[in-house]
């Protein structure tokens, strides 16, 4: 098989992995910015830490570094507006995603979005390169948990919503 065939079954392969959808917000001296990214995980729970894999040709990246803070927003069924924002699927400008109605600062003073099911806050300890993406480890420093709400998920290239009634 060759490589680019092997790339894009196993890009075929990985639509077909459910994942939780969050928009991951900065904001810091080296500005303001936020992704849709669905390549998030727990790492541990002593300390409290996730791993965020971003594209390494990403504008975002020396943004996030900059800062070395973030918010991992895990967004609700009724934000998929928001990850097509931060996704970039609709031409709408960094300034103006953060205009729209629901962000709020966070206790390390990062962009949290009301609503989400779950907002995860903390400094980035460790950034490694690994093939065409970064790997952030980052040390929740401030969590925040949604009361309502039922979860979206990216999967076979598509937003879907997870409602606890279909789960029951």
């Known amino acids: 098989m060759q490589l680019d065939e092997q790339r894009l079954r196993f890009r075929d392969a990985m639509a077909s992995l459910s994942a939780a959808v969050n928009v991951v917000t900065t904001e810091g001296e080296a500005g303001r910015c936020g992704i849709t990214a669905t390549a998030v995980c727990s790492v541990t729970d002593t300390p409290p830490t996730v791993m965020v894999c971003i594209n390494a040709n990403s504008a975002m990246n ?10 991992i927003n895990v967004l609700n069924h009724e934000q998929e507006v928001m990850a097509r ?49 970064l790997v952030y480890l980052v040390e929740v420093q401030n ?24 789960l029951a």
């Open 62 to 71: 020396p943004v996030f570094q900059g800062n070395g803070k973030l918010c």
């Open 85 to 133: 924002h931060f996704a970039g699927m609709t031409g709408m400008a960094m300034d103006e995603r953060f205009s729209l109605v629901g962000w709020q600062r966070g206790a390390l003073a990062q962009p949290v979005l009301k609503g989400a099911l779950a907002n995860l806050e903390g400094e980035i300890r460790q950034v490694q390169t690994i093939g065409s993406h």
């Open 143 to 166: 969590i925040s948990l949604g009361e309502e709400g039922h979860g979206l998920i990216y999967f076979k290239r598509r937003f879907h919503p997870v409602l606890m009634e279909a």
